[in-house]
């Protein structure tokens, strides 16, 4: 039930953060590198959202619903990878700032992964454990991309704030 809460909220979060953030003005590239997170955003906490929800429903299967929204996830970032493409190959965005799709692409296949096995055996502890530490990881992976698309500085594994220089103008830029 936390976890049903909890997505419905961040996924409220991130519209008033998408809304706010929409008025700055971008290049098309820049635009196409937010839509992008953003989309994978939503993804990862709708992700969360279903099976936290559907899990709370009396005899239906935790394991339908995860393969159902695996499956859909996967659908949607082979859909986000092909839409940047041309834009990566045109040298317009930088193949770096996609690295979140084949690592939730991954997510979403572990979860389908053990979603399955828990359709074939709905008493399999280890894949529901599976399922339910993938939909935490889908809360994170979702808080990193808000965290970006409002603007957020980048932090490094010591803690340290990267501060993007070129977007943010900062003096040394113009030295």
Known sequence: MASADVA????GLLFVAISVNSARRVSAA????????????????????????????????????????????????????????????????RLWDFVFLPTLAIVYAVQLY????LDRNRHNADDLETICILVVVCFLIGIAR???LVGGPTIDLLGHALVKRMKLGTPEDTA
């Open 114 to 117: 053990a979603a399955i096995g």
């Open 30 to 93: 820049e635009a196409e590198v937010r839509n992008v997170r953003a989309a994978a955003t939503l993804s990862a906490f709708t992700n969360a959202f279903a099976v936290a929800m559907f899990s709370l429903v009396p005899g239906l299967s935790v394991g339908h619903i995860a393969t159902a929204v695996a499956f859909y996830g996967l659908l949607r970032m082979a859909g986000a990878l092909v839409s940047v493409f041309p834009q990566w190959r045109a040298g317009k965005v």
């Open 146 to 148: 808000a965290w970006e």
């Open 8 to 11: 419905g909220a961040v996924i």
